[in-house]
């Protein structure tokens, strides 16, 4: 099974840090939110499997509801706090933690029906380091 926190937290930030994405610099709405850049970056993931991931993410907007959406791209890639979204959007923290959590489902869904393996999932990782031996 696939650790969708981990696949969209590596996502966010290979997608922050690709300008030719498409993504703004700033989450609209959200700039007085956002936390100060670290000179350390967070793990990220090969373009391959962003571009899979960004894929699905797209889906997401098509089918489903616009905000879920926007509160992927501020949680997963400009690491806003569902405290702070939730105090922006002014409901509850428990409001958006349901709303990602449909949102991450769908993503897991679209990655699950494409079948793709991508090269971060642990079990991919596990299978090359036993190839080699």
Known sequence: ???????????GVWARYKPDMGYSTVAAGFRGLLLPQNSTRLPSCCDEDGLIVDRAVGQLKLVRKPEEVTLIIAYYMYRIPKRAIAKKWKCSEG?????????????DGCLAMANVRLNMDPYVQKNEIEKTK
């Open 95 to 107: 409001e958006i933690r349901r709303k990602i959590q449909i949102a991450e489902s769908f993503i």
């Open 1 to 11: 099974m696939r650790d969708i926190y981990l696949v969209l937290e590596r996502w």
